[in-house]
């Protein structure tokens, strides 16, 4: 019976699970919804159990039930044996590839969306996992202590959850760990020797380390040891094995120009903000190989197009297909799915990983990630290749991407974007902040990309120059509206587009 228990201890567990992480995670939600789910939902569940009678035991709990007859000493080991079990695990998968998709998240969701990850679901697996293993620690302590009371895992235990996560350390593995044992070991010894303040003393030294300490105990610890290695093993570093690129194998497309489809069809585009009125009637074609530049003042609508083209969801009305297919109101990750490609105007990347582990999250959705080990090697497309070798980016496949220069940012970002294999691209200002030489060899690299990949670039541009040097075609938006679709030749001699320019004050 106890092992039967365990079973629908974590069917349960697991069930309801789903449930908080269906609302928690679902599109759209954001941390704040979610962490104010998980907040309530351990109060909800509380009041059902006092409520419950003799069904739940109410506040005195369940007693009397069939447990594993093991000694206190038996239970200690089994604790112990599978603490290290799930800490060794953990320690194996955060050092994976796969590990540093979950650091990608968390830093910056946005960017995996764009990538055609579903962040929703993968947060909503660990959740569920995470539910598991609580319920197997729950069945482990009712076996211990004979007793099950709805106190033991109420509101009060959350809070105690979030204490030694925050001592130890957020963002790390063993912080957690730490915490706890630290926390549980002053409690013991206080309760003893303050028994009416021993909580108010925790809870002293506790806000004293956060304000001291706003990261926690273990990066201070980390970076200490750190340092005392770099002083001490100064004459024989080790290194580190360093990333391998390798050309992916071709995917076959399922459109190219020589079908005679449009890549992009944009029909009856409209975006209003309430009552605002942001695009109105937007019906443009671009075609493979063809570089279109949406031009405009500030404000005219530029960027707001492309999020509607990026993002099936944020459109008000209006029909949007890549390569023949609707893109209906599909979340972004289905889009790229679709073929769509978005690059930022601020480079949009991943700070705390290198860009060899910010190109694999990149391609994570064609060629999955190793989920014990790092590969050390990442595939790419050879537009992605041509974009790396041509910027340098092939030399820091192992510098963070914090550190490099805004125009290496905005040359990983595009790599990024191209490791998508995508029809149709999306450039929000790819030149902002760059010298000229940068701005030559981006429009090299586009024109290049446009002819030989048979891509489908969309971009918006403020300078003319550039886009007079690049553009096949250029479509002039002015307060939401299309004004002028035509060659680049029509658009610098027309005088509508100088009255647009003049009259913004651009």
């Known amino acids: 019976m106890a092992f039967a228990a365990l079973v629908v201890g974590i069917a349960v567990a697991v069930a309801m699970a789903g449930l908080v992480a269906f609302l928690a995670f679902w599109h759209g939600a954001t941390d704040l919804y979610a962490s104010v789910i998980t907040l309530v939902l351990p109060i909800v569940v509380t009041q059902l159990l006092f409520s419950g009678g003799t069904f739940t035991g109410s506040s005195s709990g369940l007693t009397g039930f069939e447990t594993v007859p093991l000694s206190i000493e038996a239970w200690f080991w089994v604790v112990g044996a599978w603490l290290v079990i799930l800490t060794s695990a953990a320690w194996l998968y955060t050092r994976s590839d796969a590990g540093q998709l979950l650091v990608a998240i968390r830093e910056n969701e946005q960017r ?20 598991g293993i609580g319920a197997i620690a729950g069945w482990m302590y009712a076996n211990y202590t004979m007793v099950v009371a709805p106190e033991i895992a109420g509101f009060v235990f959350g809070t105690e959850l979030l204490i030694w996560v925050a001592l130890g350390g957020r963002g790390t593995l063993f912080g957690p760990v730490i915490g706890t044992l630290i926390i549980d070991y002053a409690s013991a010894h206080l309760q003893g020797d303050f028994p009416f303040i021993w909580k108010l003393v925790i809870g002293v030294i506790f806000v004293s380390v956060i304000v001291a300490l706003p990261r926690g105990l273990l990066p201070v610890v980390s970076n200490s040891m750190n340092w005392l290695r770099r002083l001490v093993i100064t004459a024989h570093p080790k290194e580190r094995a360093p990333m391998q690129l390798r050309q992916a194998n071709e995917r076959s497309s399922t459109a190219t120009s020589e079908d005679g489809g449009a890549a992009l069809v944009v029909s009856g585009v409209e975006k209003r903000f309430g009552s605002l009125e942001v695009l109105s009637g937007i019906d443009f074609e671009a075609t493979y190989g063809e570089i279109v530049s949406l031009v405009g003042p500030n404000g005219a609508g530029k960027t707001t197009l492309m999020t509607c083209i990026a993002d099936g969801l944020k459109r008000s009305s209006g029909a949007i297909s890549v390569a023949g297919v609707d893109i209906g109101h599909r979340p972004p990750n289905q889009c790229v799915r679709l073929g769509v490609g978005r690059k930022f105007q601020m480079a949009n990347v991943f700070d705390t990983l290198t860009v060899g582990e910010c190109l694999q999250i990149a391609r994570a959705r064609l060629d999955g990630l190793s989920k014990w080990q790092k590969s050390g090697v990442c595939s790419l497309p050879q537009s992605a290749l041509h974009i790396i070798r041509a910027t340098g980016l092939d030399n820091d496949l192992d510098v963070p991407a914090q550190v490099l220069s805004h125009g290496k940012k905005q040359a990983l970002e595009l790599a990024m974007v191209l490791a998508l294999e995508p029809k ?16 030559t060899l981006i429009g090299t690299i586009l024109t290049e990309l446009a002819k030989t990949e048979q891509l489908c670039i969309l971009l918006v541009e403020h300078d003319l120059d550039f886009v007079r040097e690049i553009s096949s075609r250029v479509i002039v938006l002015h307060q939401g509206r299309i004004v002028l679709n035509g060659s680049v030749d029509e658009v610098v001699n027309s005088e509508l587009v100088k009255s647009v320019y003049a009259g913004s004050g651009h």
Do not use: H, M, W
Request: aromatic fraction near 6%.
């Open 424 to 439: 149709v691209i999306l450039l929000d200002e790819p030149t902002a902040g760059l010298t000229k030489a940068e701005r």
């Open 112 to 131: 995996c969306q764009y990538l055609g990850l579903n962040t929703s679901k993968i947060k909503a697996v660990i959740f569920l996992i995470c539910a």
